[in-house]
C-alpha cells in the first residue's frame, strides 16, 4: 500500500479515532480531581499552595463531587483533543514511515531522534484548535469557588461578556502549551518504549505501554508547565482575548511571583501526569485490541 492511500485507509483511520475515545475517558476520570487542584492553585496561590491542602480544602469546603468539576466538558474535549491527536500523529507515521518496514524491525529497531519530537509539535497545533472551546470552559468552571456552576452557565456568560469570539480565548496561549507539551509526549514517549524494550526485553507490551505513557506525561508536562500558567490565568477570565492576553500575563506572573509562579501547580499536575496518561495508553492499546476483535476484524 502506498504512503498516500495509506494515511486515507478507513479502517486506520477508525480503529485510530475508537481507540483515542477509550483511552481519553479513562484519562479524563482518572486525571481530573488533580487537574482541578491545579487550576485552583495557578489562579488562587494565596488560597491553595499545597497539593494536599488544597485537595482537602476542597474536599472539606465543597465535598468529594468538585474534584471532578469540569469532567463532562473536559471528556468531550478530550475524546475530540485525542482523536486529532493519535489521528494526526498516527497520519503523520504512515505518511513518513521509518526504515526498515518488518513488523520485527520496528519493534527493535533505534527510533528517529527527532521525527517523533517534530510530528508531535505539528500534532500539538492540531490538537489546540479542536481542544481549545473545551478548556476555556473547564477553567472557568474549575474557578468557581463555594458554587454549584453548570458548563451551559458558562457559555452563556461568555456569550454575554464577549459573544462567540469568548469560546475561542487564548487562542495564542493553547497553541504555545500544545505544541510544546506533544512535542514531549509523543517524542518521548517512542524513546521510552523503544528503551524498556531495550533494558528489559522480557517486559510485557502492556505494562511498557503504561509506564512509558505515563513518563512521557510526567515529562511533557514539566516542559510545558511554565506555558500553561498563563493559560490557565487568561482562560479563567471572561474579558480575555482571543490573541494578545497570553504574553502579557506571562511577562506578568514572572515579574510577580518569579520564576517559580510559572511553576505554580506543577506538583498536583506531575501527580496526575503518570496515572492519567498512563491510563491514556493502556485505554488506546485496549482499544485498538478491542476494534480489531470486536468492530472491524481485518
Known amino acids: 500500500m502506498s504512503g498516500s492511500s495509506s494515511i486515507a485507509d478507513p479502517r486506520a483511520i477508525s480503529r485510530d479515532l475508537f481507540s483515542a475515545a477509550i483511552g481519553s475517558v ?31 480544602q476542597v474536599i472539606e469546603s465543597e465535598g468529594i463531587p468538585a474534584l471532578w468539576k469540569g469532567a463532562v ?15 494526526v500523529n498516527e497520519a503523520l507515521k504512515r505518511a513518513f514511515p521509518d526504515e526498515p518496514q ?48 453548570t458548563p451551559q452557565a458558562v457559555v452563556k456568560r461568555i456569550l454575554k461578556a464577549r459573544g462567540p469570539r469568548g469560546i475561542f480565548a487564548g487562542l495564542d496561549a493553547q497553541l504555545s502549551r500544545d505544541s510544546t507539551f506533544y512535542a514531549i509526549f509523543f517524542g518521548g514517549y517512542e524513546v521510552l518504549c523503544y528503551s524498556f524494550r531495550t533494558l528489559i526485553p522480557s517486559m510485557p507490551d502492556e505494562l511498557n505501554y503504561f509506564l512509558s505513557g505515563g513518563f512521557a506525561g510526567m515529562f511533557g ?3 510545558a508547565m511554565p506555558l500553561d500558567v498563563p493559560k490557565t490565568n487568561v482562560q479563567s477570565r471572561y474579558e480575555t482575548k482571543v490573541v494578545g ?7 506578568k506572573i514572572a515579574r510577580e511571583r518569579g520564576i517559580r509562579g510559572l511553576y505554580s501547580g506543577l506538583g498536583p499536575t506531575l501527580v496526575r501526569a503518570f496515572p492519567a496518561n498512563a491510563a491514556l495508553f493502556l485505554g488506546v492499546e485496549t482499544g485498538k485490541k478491542c476494534f480489531d476483535n470486536l468492530v472491524w476484524k481485518e
Open 26 to 56: 479513562c484519562c479524563c476520570y482518572v486525571g481530573q480531581p488533580m487537574d482541578t487542584i491545579k487550576v485552583r492553585m495557578q489562579t488562587q496561590p494565596e488560597i491553595y499552595s499545597g497539593v494536599w491542602a488544597s485537595t482537602r
Open 73 to 87: 466538558p473536559t471528556s468531550f474535549g478530550m475524546i475530540a483533543e485525542n482523536c486529532m491527536a493519535f489521528g
Open 102 to 149: 518488518t513488523a520485527e524491525q520496528q519493534r527493535q529497531g533505534l527510533p528517529s531522534l527527532t521525527k517523533p519530537f517534530l510530528m508531535g509539535a505539528i500534532t500539538g497545533c492540531f490538537s489546540a484548535m479542536v481542544l481549545l472551546p473545551s478548556e476555556v470552559i473547564k477553567a472557568k468552571t474549575q474557578v468557581a469557588v463555594g458554587e454549584s456552576i
Open 221 to 223: 508536562w514539566a516542559c
Open 245 to 251: 492576553s497570553y504574553f502579557p500575563e506571562l511577562v
